[in-house]
């Protein structure tokens, strides 16, 4: 796996178990994600597992299917009676049944091995991302002269509608959720043909719209390394 630069662990970031009898993915997988910015715990079986879950709180697992002992579909019905902590299952190509069963019995997403380390992060925030507690958006946000109506999904400029296209208004619904806070790129991308870099567009537009000089952005800023952060008044 290619290493990530590191990136600091606050003590609030999401703490995930992985699950898997392989020391060597183990190993690797929470190496990876520590460099990612997750707190990472790991376990080799099943009841290993549930000894880290009796002392330790979890926001999600990855999970193996093929494990010594109880395998990862069982011990994920188990789960599914007690708790919705979120799972993401790992599983070989060729284990297509398990994969559905994993799906039956409430798994939250999959991954087929061997995969791409950036692929089980973004699968990672998205699952985190639909799982988490609901935010509580303003409702609306302030910049400068610019006010965004975010329950209406309007912008105006000194009273006056300014138009905004269909993902104009949805990036603004994103930064509306966490004011203040950087959003990375992958999160404000949408698999709409463009790419990643096709946000940058996009950004460089709605700063036409909410900017007094788009040049010098005030409200809407560019964290190098980090993605883009919406600040307001």
Known sequence: M??????????????????DDDRRIRQLLKTFLSESGYRVSSAGTAAEARKRMAGLSFDLIVLDVMMPGEDGISFARGLRKETELPILML??????????????????????????????????KSVLRRTGPETVMPSELTLGRVTFHVERGELTRDGTTVRLTTRERELMHLFARQPGKAISRNDLYRDDGGGARAIDVQINRLRRKIEADPATPVYLQTVRGAGYILYTD
Do not use: M, N, T, W
């Open 91 to 124: 599983s070989a190509r060729a284990e297509v049944e398990s994969r559905i069963e994993g799906l039956e019995v409430g798994v939250d997403d999959y991954l087929s091995k061997p995969f791409e380390p950036r692929e089980l992060l973004l699968r990672i």
């Open 2 to 19: 290619k290493r990530a630069a590191p990136v600091p662990i606050e003590d609030e970031a999401p703490h995930i178990l992985v699950v």
